[in-house]
């Protein structure tokens, strides 16, 4: 198990005890856990025991539990609660921002034990004269209702990757001279994965690959289709064809509908079966190669065939990391830490950006830790240079739009990221208004995370966006394209627009340790879907080149 499923057992396990009215000191305890190994940098899978307890806040009793989760999948204490709780309760805590003491209220109030049933409560008014409830409240709980139902059953980018490269390997292992790979949404790289496709080209039968194990469990076949499960549950489709079809059907399996269909529109009367390498798809119409991230839509068909597709941007051009954060506030790397490794990794230079001081719930730095942090900055440079540590900050946009700190603060950064972190229900004009305001601030350098949306848990807010890009570009603002694959925001559908008005996109991984770097990646995916090149990236530009940018 990864460290990120470790942590939410414990998450979720600190909310059904408390469902239960469990003893107050265990529930804070796990969900101390939960906030402590989602940001290890370290895999527990690869940790002795006395490194488990070793860590802050984990002795002998959660690491146990830590133990049983790394070897055998599950934890004993947590299956004991899912099964005196309904499954459906349980499902309920997984609704953003409606939380156990709610979920526990209407379990035990109204008899509510299903998500749809809570619905159906919000429709009928039922929870409008409940305590703690009211007509605000609930009209808002059925908005986070309806969102979760649209999401359930799909994955975020990260996750399908990884389920889809677990089912790659472990065909390749039973098949070895199989064709395989990962095709439809998982290799167009959406932001919000529906299903899992996996192609093999293999001319036997494949049935052969269900008998004497226990990893793929199948579940129905339809034609040349197996539906199959994972042990973790986890669902996906395996379509067969056979080797000498491979690139056809690989193809035919990677686009959108609107894509294959305006491709085939463009090209009446080609004969694109029976090809077993992709390539030779576009190299028996002379076009250049089509990345599977663009195959979405018939403005990629377009382009191609007039030879205008985009040099996309690659892993390899990110020259600097522009959004990481430290101990100083909620990070779980030293500022030492998080340079040494950017520096590793080929950066040549890092933007330290920690959360500023109205963020007390992740340890925001006041204006002495600014400028405590900033002496320690000083000397990393004269000690790791050539690489370049820029000090920077990422401010809260308050509610009316203001940064966080005063202009006497604020001139000492080298660049501000300026992000909304608070009072998220906004309609599209208070929205649009206060990210307008801080866009206009001089201080402000690059626009954080734009709507503030977590995929599949939060809806971002609206706002305006002709308004926002032609502020963007007035006033010389960069837009983020968070990397982290539950926010990718900027919406990879945006950038068209952005880069069309003049605006840099900076890839940033809003890293809190020192792995959370590795989630550039993602945003490259997501910068590559959206059809930006190299030149439009902020941080692709070399160090001298950002310093020149900054001023």
Not at 2 to 18: H, P, Q, R, V, W
Not at 379 to 384: A, G, T, V, Y
Not at 455 to 481: Q, T
């Amino acid at each position: 198990m990864s460290n990120k499923e470790i942590a939410n057992a414990f998450d979720e396990l600190g909310n059904i005890m408390e469902l239960h009215d469990e003893n107050q000191f265990k529930i804070r305890s796990y969900r101390n856990a939960y906030l402590t190994l989602r940001k290890l940098d370290r895999p527990l899978a690869s940790m002795n025991d006395a490194e488990i307890t070793g860590i802050p806040g984990v002795g002998a009793a959660i690491g146990g539990k830590i133990r049983e989760l790394v070897g055998f999948g599950k934890m004993k204490t947590l299956e004991e609660y899912r099964a005196k709780t309904p499954p459906g309760v349980v499902e309920m805590l997984q609704i953003s921002g409606f939380g156990p003491k709610k979920v526990k209220l209407v379990w035990e109030e109204m008899g509510v034990e299903t998500p749809g049933e809570l619905w159906y409560a919000c429709n009928e008014n039922r929870l409008v004269e409940v305590k703690g409830f009211g007509k605000k409240t609930q009209e808002d709980l059925q908005k986070k209702l309806e969102y979760f139902f649209k999401s359930r059953d799909k994955m975020h980018l990260d996750a399908a990757i990884e389920e889809a490269d677990f089912i790659t390997t472990f065909l390749t292992g039973r098949l070895p001279d199989a064709k395989i790979s990962a095709v439809g949404e998982v290799r167009r790289r959406l932001s919000v994965v529906d299903s899992i496709e996996i192609l093999v080209g293999f001319d036997g039968d494949l049935n052969s690959i269900f008998q004497n194990q226990d990893i793929l469990k199948l579940e129905k076949q339809e034609s040349n289709r197996f539906f199959i499960q994972l042990e973790n549950d986890t669902k996906a489709v395996l379509v067969q064809c056979g080797r000498a079809e491979f690139g056809s059907k690989m193809f035919a399996t990677s686009g959108s509908k609107e894509f294959l269909d305006a491709f085939v529109k463009q090209n009446p009367g080609v004969d694109f079966k029976n090809l077993a390498d992709e390539k030779q798809v576009f190299e028996k119409i002379a076009w250049p190669f089509v990345a599977p991230e663009i195959r979405e839509n018939s403005k990629t068909v377009e382009l191609a065939a007039a030879g205008n597709l985009p040099q996309l941007i690659e892993n390899q051009d990110i020259r600097g990391v522009l959004h990481v954060h430290t101990n100083y506030s909620d990070g779980i790397n030293t500022l030492r830490e998080m340079c040494e490794h950017a520096k590793s990794l080929g950066c040549q230079y890092i933007g330290i950006t920690d959360h500023s001081q109205s963020a007390f719930y992740a340890n925001g730095l006041k204006a002495d830790r600014v400028l405590l942090q900033m002496a320690e900055i000083d000397k990393l440079n004269l000690e790791l240079a050539p690489f370049r540590i820029f000090k920077g900050i990422e401010s809260d946009i308050l509610n009316d739009g203001n940064l966080d700190y005063p202009t006497e603060i604020l001139e000492k950064f080298d660049f501000v990221i300026a992000s909304v972190h608070s009072n998220l229900k906004m309609n599209l004009e208070k929205a649009t208004e206060r990210v307008l305001r801080a866009v206009e601030n001089p201080f402000t350098k690059i626009l954080g995370h734009p709507t503030g949306r977590l995929l599949l848990s939060r809806e971002g807010y609206p706002l305006d966006w002709p308004r926002i890009f032609a502020a963007c570009a007035k006033n010389g603002v960069a837009m983020e394209l968070n990397s982290n694959p539950y926010r990718l925001d900027l919406d990879w559908t945006l950038i068209p627009q952005a880069v069309e008005m003049g605006i840099k996109i900076a890839i940033n991984p809003d890293a809190h340790s020192r792995e959370g770097i590795s989630d550039l990646k993602y945003g490259v995916m997501a910068a590559r879907k959206g059809g930006l090149t190299a030149k439009n990236c902020l941080n692709h530009l070399s160090a001298e080149e950002f310093s020149v940018w900054l001023k």
